[in-house]
């Protein structure tokens, strides 16, 4: 089948390139949400660092057989990657779904069972890999939103590995 390729004919803006008038509006509206997120950039980094090193503290605290993944200071500051020994990674999903929101293995890696080649060049062991959860904070996630999902992930664990506490 043959593409047809329809020419659009307008005024010169953008150089000749496509016809119409630029979204003003939206343009100033970007303009002052990038203003937004530079005047609170410092404030929102470190709030979401403290709701990830809570999250990561939290979880080690309550949760058996459980590593961080990546460099313990040179990292994302809203972005925490453990791994469970013993579970699969998406039968946690499974079981925190609709009250918890995370995603299994690397970024990379997204709906794929195999472990991530991101995962095995950190040297994380297949076992440990194949449990693996990544957590994001964001400006507005608040202690009590961190200690919930300590508390859904860890119950959910432990009923996948059938421990009790």
């Not at 459980?66 to 039968?91: C, M």
Request: charged share 30%.
């Amino acid at each position: 089948m043959k593409s047809h390729i329809f020419p659009m004919y307008g005024a010169s803006q953008e150089r000749g390139k496509r016809p119409g008038t630029e979204n003003v509006l939206e343009l100033v509206g970007l303009g002052k949400a990038c203003e937004i997120a530079h005047r609170d950039l410092a404030a929102n980094r470190d709030h979401m660092r403290r709701m990830r090193d809570r999250l990561e503290t939290r979880l080690l605290e309550r949760v058996t057989r459980v590593r961080v993944n990546g460099h313990p200071k040179i990292r994302l500051p809203n972005t925490l990657s453990v791994s469970l020994e013993g579970v699969d990674g998406n039968a946690v999903l499974a079981e925190i779904e609709g009250q918890v929101a995370a995603s299994a293995g690397a970024a990379c890696h997204s709906g794929q069972v195999r472990v991530s080649h991101v995962l095995q060049a950190m040297c994380v062991p297949e076992e440990w890999a194949r449990g693996t959860l990544r957590f994001s904070t964001g400006r507005m996630t608040s202690e009590t939103d961190i200690d919930t999902a300590v508390t859904v992930v860890a119950r959910a664990v432990e009923r996948l590995r059938g421990e009790r506490r």
